[in-house]
């Protein structure tokens, strides 16, 4: 299969291979098609597009009624707090050992299996609520249960992708993937509140359950017509850790990783919205409402951008460009006063985001060789949610100690600078082309 040249990529492990190596798609007589048309031809992937978001809306009704009820039962907001530290810690860890099953099972069969177990727990916690015997411990523990299994899953869903779809459709693939989804994240959570208002908790534990279902029907009538061929993997210490190790080799992988990673610690502005639209914009609950939809809005619109230029080959300058890009707004966000100014700065970060998160996600999928594709993809899943959790406790330790503007800007104007120190050092980040 024709691939894209790789470019000034750094030292990376002898495995790493021509890109064609990894993705075992066979030697087709003309080069694919590029662009999201043809990706929207491929059955697979189709199957995929049209059933995974319904499983996301199922993942964020779930969420909502879990906050609700464990407030309804404590009234404490401490312990409501815990139920999103049950949602993040799963992915410390079982990431790495999710990657690593991933990379030892059939992949269709471990997300088979992950979306049937994720249907069992809502049922059981329909029943729990509609025979009045649940407790807050049963949701912290359904929660540790989901997040865990969604560890599982997310790097089998992404290592799936390249098997089903050419390289040079991955990207465009990647963003139809991230925008459906995100329009997912955005219904899941409005028809779990509509659902709760209407029905109660126990009817929309099992309308979670029953979106699910489509995922999985999908997923069964996935058909690859060559099975990737992959090394036998023993789970050890040693196999568990490969996939962070090829990582740290690669010099190019290491350095988006660290990228995002500073943006997104020192500026997680998404933790900060209700500060921001209190004491500095003035707005209430509609305003704030607006401020947190308004990076989807621009997400959306930056995953529309990625299908429209297809298959990026300046992989590196877009994610130094995007990266500094962000640093810049963010700062101009964090001091704007101006309400209509602030929301398209914020759908602008959305726009940003995007972006990167397209980028990056086809440089670790086209890079990583087939027989650890599922650890590598997990590194990268573990490493955005981390971010996003520190990020949240330091803006939190920043803002009582600088205020929100000071602790906005100045972690977008270092996350910036850092990424210009970056570039202008490791000419392999910036001129890196896939």
């Given at each position: 299969?024709?691939?894209g ?10 495995d790493?291979g021509?890109?064609?190596?990894p993705l075992?798609?066979g ?19 189709l199957l995929?597009?049209?059933?995974q978001?319904?499983a ?7 969420s909502?009624v879990?906050a ?10 401490r ?10 810690l ?9 990657g ?9 069969l471990?997300l ?5 177990a ?10 729990l ?8 411990w ?16 997310n790097?089998?869903m ?12 991955l990207?465009?693939?990647?963003a ?5 989804g995100q329009?997912?994240?955005l ?8 659902t ?6 126990s009817a929309?534990?099992?309308a979670d ?9 999908t ?14 993997v023993?789970?050890n ?6 996939g962070?190790?090829f ?10 990783v660290?990228?995002d990673t ?7 502005y ?7 639209a ?7 609950p ?29 992989k ?10 962000h ?13 209509i ?6 759908a602008?970060?959305g726009?940003?985001?995007?972006l990167?998160?397209?980028?990056r996600?086809?440089?670790?999928q086209?890079?990583?060789?087939e027989?650890?594709?599922g650890?590598?993809?997990?590194v990268?899943f573990i490493?955005?949610?981390?971010a996003n959790s520190?990020?949240?406790?330091y ?6 100690l600088?205020?929100?503007q ?20 490791m ?6 082309s896939?």
């Amino acid at each position: 299969m024709t691939t894209g040249k790789v470019e000034n990529a750094g030292p990376v492990p002898a495995d790493q291979g021509a890109l064609t190596a990894p993705l075992d798609q066979g030697a087709p007589t003309a080069p694919p098609e590029e662009g999201a048309r043809a990706a929207l031809k491929n059955r697979n992937f189709l199957l995929l597009l049209v059933g995974q978001p319904f499983a996301t809306m199922g993942a964020g009704m779930r969420s909502v009624v879990n906050a609700f009820q464990v407030f309804q039962i404590t009234g404490d907001a401490r312990l409501l707090g815990l139920t999103f530290l049950f949602q993040g810690l799963p992915s410390l860890v079982m990431g790495l050992f999710g990657g690593t099953l991933a990379d030892i099972l059939d992949r269709r069969l471990l997300l088979r299996i992950t979306m049937a177990a994720q249907v069992i727990i809502a049922l059981v916690l329909a029943w729990l609520t509609a025979q009045g015997h649940i407790q807050v411990w049963h949701i912290y523990t359904a929660t540790f249960l989901g997040a865990a299994l969604q560890s599982v899953a997310n790097p089998a869903m992404q290592a799936l992708l390249p098997t089903i779809v050419p390289p040079q459709q991955l990207m465009s693939a990647i963003a139809l993937q991230s925008a459906s989804g995100q329009a997912a994240m955005l219904l899941g959570p409005l028809l779990g509140g509509v659902t709760l208002e209407l029905a109660g908790a126990s009817a929309a534990y099992v309308a979670d359950a029953a979106l699910i279902a489509p995922a999985l029907i999908t997923l069964w009538l996935l058909r690859l017509d060559k099975e990737p061929q992959r090394r036998e993997v023993k789970l050890n210490l040693t196999s568990i850790f490969e996939g962070l190790a090829f990582v740290m080799q690669s010099r190019v992988l290491l350095a988006f990783v660290l990228l995002d990673t500073v943006t997104m610690v020192l500026g997680y502005y998404p933790a900060m919205m209700p500060v921001m639209a209190k004491e500095v914009l003035q707005v209430g609950p509609s305003g704030l409402g607006a401020l947190v939809a308004a990076p989807s809005v621009g997400a959306l619109l930056g995953f529309a951008g990625v299908l429209l230029l297809g298959n990026i080959r300046k992989k590196g300058a877009v994610i130094v460009g995007v990266t500094i890009a962000h640093g810049a707004v963010l700062a101009a966000f964090a001091y704007s006063h101006w309400f209509i100014a602030s929301l398209l700065l914020v759908a602008l970060l959305g726009f940003l985001d995007s972006l990167s998160v397209s980028v990056r996600t086809t440089c670790f999928q086209l890079l990583a060789p087939e027989h650890i594709r599922g650890r590598v993809m997990s590194v990268l899943f573990i490493s955005a949610v981390s971010a996003n959790s520190l990020g949240g406790a330091y803006l939190g330790l920043a803002v009582s100690l600088l205020g929100p503007q000071e602790a906005l800007a100045s972690g977008g104007i270092v996350a910036g600078l850092f990424c210009l120190a970056v570039a202008m050092t490791m000419k392999s980040v910036r001129s890196f082309s896939v």
